[in-house]
């Protein structure tokens, strides 16, 4: 059986950049061994598929080349701007439904973007030599104050606050400890960033996700949330707009931009979107037994 895969670029700068996410739809009638062995074959760090809901506009699972995942940040922005722009959602707002329930769409001026909920932070005390050690990095390379910590909107992510973009650039990271301790706190990847001397953006990041197959890639929706949350919160940045840069420091470079709204009520932040721009870069035939 042949799978048309089409690849999608989230969170590009125009129609350059961005994150590639493969999407697969009417994949109502495939099992989950099925979609599992198309992602694997497919080789992007998600692949999203697309069927009838009952409960939301489109249901949605994404699958890693190793493993399913409960939501997925760009393969979200791919497929929802890709039917928007394809006249299949007729309104300013959609829905999805995920294994772990549903979640609002919104478009803004030309742009979709995801609900995730509100931030719950953690910080990992007991592994915070293995994060150092993962890393290769000191306490002397994080910001004053702060130290690395779990914050999960939907996701959990570890976020690392670098305080040298030269740091963020050289970072050769240790597979194996950063899958353990990815493994021992259900993270989907380390989340690591710095400030920006470009006032274009209020941080850059990289994503390493080894215990999901991902070894790095270029834009993480689901990671940048908690990062807005994040400097809102402990950064004591209090702005409800944040915008992310990720991919500058990727081997192959693919700059992309990633842009936070936080809903702020009684000083905390209740819910927040994250979202941006996507275009169609290709497509792949995947054939299965």
Avoid at 55 to 64: E, V
Avoid at 122 to 136: G, K, R, T
Wanted: proline share 5%; hydrophobic share 40%; with cysteine.
């Amino acid at each position: 059986m042949n799978i048309d895969v089409h690849i999608i670029n989230a969170f590009s700068i125009g129609e350059t950049g961005g994150n590639p996410a493969g999407v697969v739809f009417n994949a109502d009638d495939f099992a989950s061994d099925t979609k599992q062995a198309i992602a694997t074959k497919a080789g992007f760090a998600e692949t999203a598929f697309v069927s009838a809901s009952a409960i939301a506009d489109f249901k949605l699972d994404f699958f890693t080349p190793l493993k399913q995942i409960p939501h997925c940040g760009h393969a979200t922005i791919a497929t929802f701007s890709y039917l928007k722009k394809n006249g299949k959602i007729p309104t300013d707002h959609s829905s999805k439904e995920t294994i772990d329930g549903t979640r609002k769409i919104e478009f803004r001026n030309g742009l979709a973007f995801m609900e995730q909920t509100a931030p719950v932070m953690q910080v990992p005390a007991e592994s915070m030599e293995e994060i150092f050690a993962s890393l290769h990095i000191e306490p002397v390379d994080l910001k004053p104050g702060l130290l690395p910590t779990i914050v999960n909107t939907g996701n959990s992510f570890l976020i690392v606050p670098l305080n040298d973009e030269r740091k963020l650039k050289e970072i050769d990271y240790d597979r194996g400890i950063a899958y353990r301790v990815s493994e021992r706190y259900n993270l989907v990847g380390y989340y690591v960033y710095t400030s920006t001397r470009n006032s274009s953006f209020d941080a850059t990041a990289r994503m390493f996700g080894p215990f999901y197959g991902i070894d790095e890639e270029s834009a993480t929706g689901m990671a940048a949330g908690p990062l807005a949350a994040w400097l809102y919160e402990m950064e004591k940045i209090k702005k409800s707009r944040f915008r992310i840069e990720q991919g500058r420091f990727m081997k192959t470079p693919s700059p992309s931009l990633i842009q936070v709204d936080l809903e702020i009520r009684d000083g905390g932040i209740d819910r927040l979107f994250a979202g941006g721009d996507a275009y169609m870069s290709g497509g792949k035939i995947i054939e299965i037994n």
